[in-house]
Nanobody, 121 residues
Framework: QVQLVESGGGLVRPGGSLRLSCVAS????????MGWYRQAPGKQRELVAV???????NYTDSLKGRFTISRDIAKNTVYLEMNSLKPEDTAVYYC???????????????WGQGTQVTVSS
């Protein structure tokens, strides 16, 4: 069984920073692209940033410069550093990993349970 577990969410004031972490565990053969998505109340889930196994990154244009995605391949962990947070960044943040699990014949998507980020004064 493979799972992703996010942590690091919470309540922060506008202009503040948070660092989210997501650890993949279980019967993992290989991890490919990992990413962060978010879903605000009443809105669809949207891409925040993704990072490949070669550490190439891609961001939603509106978040470039404030958010930074990184990963520690040895720890099966992906991070999201969020700076200059705004109230509109309030959302549940989800981690996604494209992984090959033991016994599987193809790579599939796995999602974490999400971590709440609330930006409010």
């Amino acid at each position: 069984q493979v799972q992703l577990v996010e942590s690091g969410g919470g309540l922060v004031r506008p202009g503040g920073s948070l660092r989210l972490s997501c650890v993949a565990s279980g019967s993992i053969v290989s991890i490919h692209t990992m990413g962060w998505y978010r879903q605000a109340p009443g809105k669809q889930r949207e891409l925040v940033a993704v990072i490949t196994s070669g550490r190439s990154t891609n961001y939603t244009d509106s978040l470039k410069g404030r958010f930074t995605i990184s990963r520690d391949i040895a720890k099966n962990t992906v991070y999201l550093e969020m700076n200059s947070l705004k109230p509109e960044d309030t959302a549940v943040y989800y981690c996604k990993g494209d992984m090959l699990s033991l016994g599987a014949v193809r790579v599939r998507e796995y999602w974490g349970q999400g971590t709440q980020v609330t930006v409010s004064s």
